[in-house]
């Protein structure tokens, strides 16, 4: 197998754990009162974007121009709102309690089946599986992103791993909380969770397979420019609004949340800099050029 192939389906696996870690959080703590998902969403949405306007535009912009950056920016943007729009997610946040002192979501639905209810139970756990299927299909293209940036440098691979998993955790939560609640089943909920992380190093084969094996920098920087599109589509659209949703005082609590993020991501990337200085040649910064 390629050192490149191996590398990229190694933290594609890593990125895939955090949904796992998201499904393990609702087994081990079943009750758990999920506002702090908004500090953990706004934190990933911080990285995320850091990671799209420190790192990958930057570098797709070293080849091309910035009309042609643009253009695959947005292209990236347009992708991925058609596969939400195609496959849209569930939204969990009703399975949640509001309260502490609120009945857990799963007794409320071991009662509700007692009393006849059962078929309120099957919807619930059918939202369960369209999520993991919608997941799924979204764990997709971002494999496929880790598997570029790797292409492009160890840094940026580690980097968007990085961001990727703490992405992947509320996903894993989306998974398992209504399978979990619908079957008292913590192994069902486990392993569907689990299985709907691992389209993202299923990209990588799908990549390392169908992928010509020698694209040229062009190509590999256009595509970095779409995985931008991407990421910066997930951060507003799924991550901010999360956050807003979650954090004590809404959208103002949760900018700091977003960025701390951006300063957390930058600080990893001065420190990539600093351990692989052989990926970061010294280059004039393709922003500054547009201003001289």
């Known amino acids: 197998m390629d050192s490149h192939v ?4 190694l933290l594609s696996s890593v990125a895939a754990s955090g949904t796992t870690i998201g499904g393990l959080v609702i087994l081990v ?3 758990l009162q999920f506002k702090q998902l908004g500090y953990l969403a706004g934190l990933a949405a911080g990285l995320m974007l850091s990671m799209v306007f420190f790192e990958l535009i930057p570098e797709s912009m070293e080849t091309l121009s910035f009309n042609a950056t643009n253009a695959y920016f947005f292209l990236g943007v347009l992708l991925f709102a058609t596969i939400v729009a195609l496959v ?5 946040e009703s399975l949640v309690s509001s ?27 059918l939202s369960g599986l369209i999520t993991a299927v919608g997941i799924t299909l979204h764990n997709f293209p971002e494999g496929l992103a880790i598997f570029l940036a790797s292409k492009q440098s160890t840094k940026l691979g580690l980097t968007l791993t990085a961001a990727m998993t703490l992405h992947n955790i509320p996903e894993g939560i989306a998974v398992a909380l209504p399978i979990y609640f619908a079957t008292k089943s913590k192994w069902e909920a486990l392993k569907i969770t689990m299985l709907s992380g691992l389209a993202e190093p299923l990209a990588v084969v799908f ?18 420019a779409g995985v931008a599109g991407i990421m910066a589509f997930l951060t507003f659209h799924e991550l ?10 809404g959208f103002s609590g949760a900018v700091p949340c977003l960025f701390f993020g951006m300063a957390a991501m930058s600080a990893m990337l001065a420190l990539a800099d600093g351990l ?17």
Request: with cysteine.
């Open 29 to 31: 703590f079943p009750n």
């Open 240 to 249: 901010l609004p999360l956050a807003a949703r979650h954090c004590p005082g």
């Open 99 to 125: 309260s502490s002192s609120s009945a857990s979501p799963a007794a409320a639905a071991v009662a509700k089946a007692k009393g006849g209810k059962r078929r309120e139970v099957r919807q619930v756990l």
């Open 6 to 9: 191996f590398h990229a389906l």
């Open 88 to 92: 849209p997610e569930q939204q969990f």
């Open 207 to 224: 990549a390392a397979l169908f992928f010509p094996a020698a694209v040229s920098q062009h190509a590999v920087d256009a595509m970095l």
């Open 276 to 292: 692989t200085p052989q990926a970061t040649p010294a280059i004039k910064n393709p922003l500054f050029s547009l201003l001289s």
